[in-house]
């Protein structure tokens, strides 16, 4: 069953200089409960197309579907309110500063009219999900990078989503870490059965959890397919300047296949 589904989507801007087409004529969908992973170089136009499928970002062209709804036909009650089915955790974990991670974690719920009392033992459960209930009265500037990731995790939950949307969520985090956030958001779709769409440059995170995996690049999708099958035998030029890279990554490295396939 699809959960999403975008047809023909395209997105510019207007630079100085020229008209730069982040996203073009870009369809895929994504079946319920999927992990579906969108790599490519930078500007390739990922972050345009994470933020075009809750129109974050309002496309130029074409349709998002989430549950058989066009979000482009919506107006701006409806959007809101498909928008909190939408959860997204960034790169740069977006935390507000002067609020407890308890608070942070029980934004989303007092936005919904939650009693505060209520939205306080929701956020203490999510915590505990994330495994920072020990963390609570903490602040943001008190935590790691992977704690915050973890927080902004927590929080997007809180919505109680049927979608989450990561944007390069581990990009600023060091392997180990990574590693971590990924198990985390595996678990995470399997006991909620939450669709995860996960946007990043980094090919072996789309290796870790993606069942399926769309390459861009050019703001086009260059390539589709099964993660395995599309990593083991590119077909495009992009798929396979990502495969070099990702082989130069290993070296550098000095691990084996084997090895980089068991987290080591």
């Given at each position: ?32 409960g999927e992990i579906f992973g969108v790599i490519g170089l930078s500007g390739a136009g990922k972050s345009t197309l994470v933020r075009c499928l809750n129109l974050l970002e309002r496309p130029d062209a074409g349709a998002v579907y989430v ?48 009693s505060k009392s209520e939205a306080r033992k929701q956020a203490l459960h999510y915590l505990e999900t994330v495994g920072l209930k020990e963390k609570a009265n903490a602040f943001p500037a008190q935590l790691s990078g992977g704690q915050k ?116």
């Amino acid at each position: 069953m699809e959960v999403i589904k975008v047809e023909h989507l395209a997105k510019s801007f207007d630079t100085a200089e020229q008209k730069v087409h982040a996203v073009r004529d870009i369809s895929f969908s994504v079946e319920k409960g999927e992990i579906f992973g969108v790599i490519g170089l930078s500007g390739a136009g990922k972050s345009t197309l994470v933020r075009c499928l809750n129109l974050l970002e309002r496309p130029d062209a074409g349709a998002v579907y989430v549950d058989g709804k066009n979000l482009m036909e919506l107006n701006k009650n409806e959007l809101m309110l498909a928008r909190r089915e939408i959860s997204m955790i960034f790169q740069n974990y977006n935390l507000l500063m002067q609020r407890s991670v308890l608070d942070n974690v029980g934004f989303p719920l007092e936005i919904a009219g939650v009693s505060k009392s209520e939205a306080r033992k929701q956020a203490l459960h999510y915590l505990e999900t994330v495994g920072l209930k020990e963390k609570a009265n903490a602040f943001p500037a008190q935590l790691s990078g992977g704690q915050k990731q973890r927080v902004a995790i927590a929080r997007a939950l809180a919505a109680k989503p049927k979608i989450i949307l990561c944007d390069e969520a581990t990009s600023a985090l060091d392997p180990e870490t990574t590693d971590t956030i990924l198990n985390l958001l595996s678990r995470i779709n399997k006991e909620y059965g939450i669709t995860i769409i996960l946007i990043t440059h980094e090919m072996r995170v789309v290796e870790e959890i993606c069942n399926r995996v769309a390459v861009l690049d050019g703001g086009k999708i260059a390539e589709m397919g099964n993660t395995k099958e599309v990593f083991d035998n590119p077909k495009t030029l992009a798929a396979k300047r990502l495969l070099i890279n990702r082989q130069s990554e290993k070296a550098l490295m000095g691990l084996d296949d084997e090895e980089v396939s068991n987290g080591i």
